[in-house]
């Protein structure tokens, strides 16, 4: 096929802000994992679709395959929807109170 480009899988992004290894990123719609460290405005190697652990709110339970937001102002997956982006949902149950928690990445916007 002559217009594929690639997977998807990972992807370039610029960081919209200073981003650990391992550290979530939302550039506009688009969320992704960043595979090593950037800083603000720098090109990163994230992965969007997978399973990784990510921080997660510590007063939340997660349930196995409850929907998970990305919190962008707490730099952190959440349960709660409200003024927060769909990134995919809990593969693991979670118990309150706990630091991460296992997500299953949608890849999709």
């Not at 997660?62 to 997956?77: F, I, M």
């Not at 982006?85 to 309150?96: D, E, K, R």
Request: aromatic share 6%; glycine share 12%; charged share 10%.
């Amino acid at each position: 096929m002559k217009n594929y480009v690639q997977d998807g899988t990972t992807v370039s992004l610029t960081a919209p802000y200073d981003v650990a290894s391992g550290g979530g990123l939302l550039v506009g719609a688009l969320f992704g994992v960043a595979m090593s460290a950037a800083a603000n405005g720098a090109a990163v190697q994230a992965v969007t679709r997978g399973v990784v652990t990510l921080p997660k709110t510590n007063a939340q339970a997660w349930t196995q395959g409850v929907k998970v937001y990305w919190d962008n102002t707490a730099k952190e997956a959440t349960t709660t929807s409200t003024s927060n982006t769909l990134i995919g949902c809990a593969l693991v149950a979670a118990a309150n109170p706990s630091a991460t928690g296992t997500v299953r990445l949608n890849g999709t916007v």
